[in-house]
């Protein structure tokens, strides 16, 4: 009798460990979710097809509407997947640690170097959490855009652009802020000197009692500047976009003395007058709306749409774990996966994303290549491995250093692929560059490519003394001479200051006869040498 027992125990705990093992291990993975795709988005979708075609169509207004008006372009390519639950259940388990005991966690974005990720909930529709979507994807194309603003200028057009919404006659966006409104009527403004110096660090962006009027009044400045019927001439419009521009390209560490100069030509007032019409607009309580008309973008029909197997949304619901929770478990399903699909480059590229941001640059390396080699066609990924690469060779400044050819034609196979997924980005342009001031014989085709973009590279400085290093490889010390002389009128970092005095006496060794020029003239972008 009691080994009968012992038996029937031991059936039952057997039993238990295998309904446990087949558990799905990632919660929503049924065989109901849809994929699809368009331009710009790829979504993943347990949501019905209407709310899925409607969430889709909302982001592309957004994405033409912003690169339009914000007069940007995307120069750093970072694909964007959109997981879009049908239940809280299922939802909740992907959402931050930090961020799930918030009553309001309707959706989130997340950046990582490979792509970006969107997580909605099924309560999507509701004005909160369309705001929060469209504020962080406002943020992601700031960044495509390989700008560095200041926080103010990040988060005011961030909150502006986020209450986009469609009429019947376009689009508008500017509609006031409940929040704001309230915060900044009850509290003094931040001097305007402070609101601009406000960064990472500051207690005006970290201290929960400051932060909201440092949203409040960037928001209100913004919407000043774009929604406060100025009734501005096209002069002054010109400078106002000149202005934002410099705003965009500033780094927190930008020169205080030329932004309040510049601030003063361009928006026609100083700081002083410029609070003052601040405080009236908040106060006189009339907040115009902007409407442009609806840009031209692909028919929500025209979308692409095939059903998902149960394997595939768990890979896919296994790599948004890894992303989000760093979760063991994830990375090792996705292990598992290219175990028996050598050819899975989602799962490479996710775990080449998990070793980068540990700062393993060697593992993120291999698993990159071999989502390449695998199939990926992700641009991230000729970004991110040219940056890998050019940590690896160019992190300090030496003349003599030498590219070895294998290398070297490595590196111009990758960021040319680099180039053609994206035109307009600098830092390829930049990296290849240093391949040529580093190889043996440098290629005049290279040089005249990078030298045709110079003048639209945000950061020109480290590509200049590039090509200034190549003009001395070349035994044309003239013009090396001139190039540093720009570089050393222009603000720079420590490490280019280095360079250049290292760059002068080299040249006053090999060239001592040349007498430099009183006046060294900028070369130009896009002639060839």
């Known amino acids: 009798m009691r080994c009968r027992r012992l038996f029937a125990f031991a059936c039952l705990i057997a039993g238990a460990a295998i309904a446990q093992a087949a558990k799905e291990p990632f919660p929503g993975v049924d065989d109901k979710w849809r994929c699809y ?20 169509e909302s982001l592309e207004l957004l994405h033409a509407m912003f690169l339009e ?28 640690a930090a961020m799930r ?3 309001r966690t309707a959706a989130f974005y ?3 170097p490979d792509r970006a990720v969107i997580v909605v909930s099924p309560t999507w529709g509701s004005d909160w959490a369309r705001r929060l979507i469209f504020h962080e994807y406002i943020h992601h194309m700031t960044a495509i855009a390989g700008d560095d603003p200041p926080l103010w200028y990040a988060e005011g057009v961030a909150e502006l652009f986020s209450t ?5 006659d376009g689009l508008e966006y500017g509609e006031s802020i409940p929040e704001h409104l309230q915060e900044l009527r009850k509290e003094k403004m931040m001097p305007l000197a402070a609101l601009f110096a406000t960064d990472h660090t500051s207690g005006a962006y970290n201290e929960d009692k400051r932060a909201g009027m440092f949203y409040a009044e960037s928001w209100a400045f913004m919407h000043y500047w774009y929604c406060g019927n100025l009734k501005l001439t096209p002069e002054r419009l010109r400078l106002r976009d000149r202005f934002f521009e410099y705003i965009r390209s500033e780094t927190e560490k930008g020169d205080p003395e030329v932004r309040r100069q510049l601030f003063e030509q361009a928006l026609g007032r100083n700081y002083a007058t410029m609070a003052r019409d601040l405080e009236s607009y908040v106060e006189r309580g009339t907040y115009y709306r902007f409407k442009v008309p609806r840009p031209k973008i692909a028919s929500r029909e025209s979308y692409v749409v095939r059903p998902v197997s149960r394997d595939e949304i768990r890979r896919q619901l296994a790599t948004l774990d890894l992303r989000v929770n760093r979760s063991p478990l994830a990375k090792l399903a996705l292990l598992d996966a290219i175990s028996r699909n050598p050819a899975d480059y989602i799962a490479y590229e996710t775990l080449g994303m998990d070793a980068a941001i540990d700062g393993n640059d060697n593992e993120a390396r291999d698993r990159w290549n071999q989502a390449l080699a695998a199939g990926s066609t992700n641009p991230a990924i000729f970004h991110e491995l040219a940056a890998i690469e050019d940590r690896t060779w160019f992190s300090r400044f030496d003349l003599d250093f030498r590219l070895p050819a294998a290398a070297a034609e490595r590196l111009r196979n990758l960021l040319h692929r680099s180039i053609e997924s994206a035109p307009d980005q600098s830092q390829a342009y930049e990296i290849l560059a240093w391949v040529e001031a580093a190889v043996e014989k440098p290629s005049a085709k290279e040089i005249n490519l990078v030298q045709q973009h110079v003048g639209a590279m945000s950061d020109k400085n480290r590509t200049l003394l590039a090509l200034a290093v190549i003009r001395v490889r070349v035994g044309d010390f003239k013009t090396a001479r001139t190039i540093v002389g720009v570089l050393e009128k222009s603000p720079r970092r420590p490490e280019i200051s280095r360079a250049c005095a290292t760059l002068r006496e080299y040249i006053a060794q090999h060239a001592p006869d040349e007498t430099p020029p009183e006046e060294a003239p900028k070369p130009e972008a896009g002639k060839g040498g």
């Open 37 to 56: 795709e368009t331009p710009h988005f790829e979504l993943f979708s347990r949501a019905d097809d209407a709310d899925s075609r409607e969430l889709l």
């Open 101 to 103: 005991s918030e009553e």
């Open 69 to 96: 008006t914000a007069r940007i372009r995307a120069r750093m390519p970072l694909p964007v997947t959109i997981y879009y639950f049908r239940d809280e259940d299922a939802f909740l388990p992907y959402v931050p």
């Open 110 to 112: 997340l950046r990582r």
């Open 164 to 168: 986009i919404k469609e009429n019947s």
